[in-house]
């Protein structure tokens, strides 16, 4: 059984980061799958949808181009009414707008385990790089996404691992600590060399993949649980707060106006 390939499932976003997180653990002869998170707040294909100028450009979802281009298979999870405690319900909190970033990493590296567990995998693998974000990606923040997710040292971030104690899959020898990388910051300059080097295609580098970091949508949001004098919202909701200019001249009247037919 020590013998045996070791299995990692990769929280794949369709980032760059995490793209790269894989092909580390693929590098190492890991037997690799990624598994993504749909949670109806990604931005991912919405204005392909509603705006005319962007109809002649390819669709594609960034996570599973992100896997094809790594030769993976891909598990993409419906979430949606599980995350609504995440949203409305934070534990550690909102950011600048109505983004629980910590919360949010722990119930998905916590989905990723429960799966992890199912399917007879090792460990979990995530793109995350110290210091990039400010709520989730801290020396103090990490530990915590750890245990309230239950992977404790079974969850690897490969891209900053070095600045980071050592975590089962190091320890047990499935994976080679100095062929891991100790990035921090905000500078992605050496991810996108690497990616140039692989020959990949990736999403922008800085992220902006959720509708809750928004400032112009979570404003929308507000003013929804505001009329409606309570906290809830369904997945109607979340794809209309999407569409158009919202202006609520009264407090029982909202009007939506769009520049797209769509």
């Not at 990949?200 to 993949?209: K, L």
Request: hydrophobic share 35%; glycine share 10%.
């Amino acid at each position: 059984m020590e013998d045996r390939k070791r299995k990692a499932v990769v929280l794949l976003s369709g980032g760059l980061d995490s793209m790269l997180a894989a092909r580390l653990m693929i590098d190492q002869g890991i037997h690799v799958e990624g598994i993504n998170f749909f949670t109806g707040f990604c931005v991912e294909g919405h204005t392909h949808a509603v705006r005319r100028d962007r109809r002649s450009r390819p669709v594609r979802n960034n996570a599973l181009h992100s896997a094809e281009q790594l030769g993976i298979r891909l598990h993409i999870v419906e979430v949606i009414e599980e995350y609504k405690d995440v949203v409305l319900n934070p534990r550690h909190g909102y950011g600048a707008h109505l983004n629980p970033c910590l919360d949010c990493k722990a119930f998905m590296v916590g989905r990723a385990r429960q799966w992890m567990e199912e399917h007879g995998f090792d460990f979990i693998v995530t793109g995350e790089v110290l210091g990039q974000r400010p709520m989730s990606q801290r020396r103090d923040t990490f530990p915590v996404v750890a245990r309230e997710s239950g992977a404790a040292d079974r969850l690897l971030r490969p891209l900053c691992a070095k600045l980071l104690p050592p975590t089962l899959p190091e320890r047990a020898g499935w994976v080679d600590r100095e062929r891991l990388l100790g990035l921090s910051g905000r500078n992605r300059k050496p991810q996108i060399a690497m990616a140039g080097a692989y020959g990949y295609e990736y999403a922008q580098p800085a992220g902006g993949c959720c509708f809750l970091t928004d400032p112009n949508y979570t404003k929308k949001l507000r003013d929804l649980w505001g009329s409606r004098g309570e906290r809830r919202y369904d997945f109607d909701d979340i794809m209309l707060l999407k569409i158009g200019r919202h202006l609520r001249p009264r407090p029982s009247f909202k009007l939506i106006s769009g520049r797209d037919e769509g």
